[in-house]
């Protein structure tokens, strides 16, 4: 993973000229955000970037980079704190089998501690299944499950036929920033 520090962009620019930049392009994209789907985009943030000189867009598509960057870094470190969180979970569930196996065997039900206590509790039976394909078919129900028939859906929106709920879109198009 690049570091972050060195990952970011730098600006040539006025902090003021650019938190003033930003915070346009921010309230822009506030009032779009804002809009339904269906509507046209924002046109006050299109004529910031029409009317802007080239700098200036080098400087918006850098800030959006720039963005974009710091989105992925935090999505990535949230991959790694739910990958940490799950070995914590998992040492700790270890741990207390251990535990609950020395208890068992030693016939300890409570340990007792200075602020907390360890103690074997009963809990009621439930049923694991280790292996769904050793069960015989007799344990088995058939379960009816509903899923939109999206071809059909499509054929019948491309022949120009009315749906509720749904729609085509023909110009799905999308800016890559490179």
Not at 14 to 29: G, H, Y
Not at 122 to 149: G, S
Not at 151 to 163: P, R
Request: charged share 30%; proline share 2%; hydrophobic share 40%.
């Amino acid at each position: 993973m690049a570091d972050n520090k060195t990952d970011l962009v730098q600006f040539d620019v006025s902090r003021e000229a650019l938190t003033q930049m930003f915070e346009s392009l921010v309230s822009c994209v506030a009032v779009q955000m804002e809009l339904e789907e269906t509507e046209l985009p924002s046109q006050a943030a299109i004529e910031i970037f029409k009317n802007a000189s080239i700098e200036t867009r080098e400087q918006i598509a850098n800030l959006l980079l720039s963005q974009l960057h710091q989105a992925k870094w935090i999505r990535e470190g949230v991959k790694r704190a739910e990958a940490r969180a799950r070995w914590y979970e998992k040492f700790v569930d270890c741990f207390l089998g251990s535990l609950k196996d020395y208890m068992l065997d030693a016939g300890i039900k409570r340990i007792e501690n200075v602020t907390n206590a360890f103690a074997l509790r009963k809990n009621p039976t439930k049923l694991v299944v280790y292996n769904e394909d050793l069960v015989p078919e007799e344990y088995w129900k058939e379960v009816k499950t509903r899923e939109l028939d999206k071809d059909m859906l499509t054929a019948d929106l491309t022949a120009k036929k009315e749906i509720p709920g749904c729609r085509l879109e023909t110009e799905n198009y999308s800016v890559n920033i490179k």
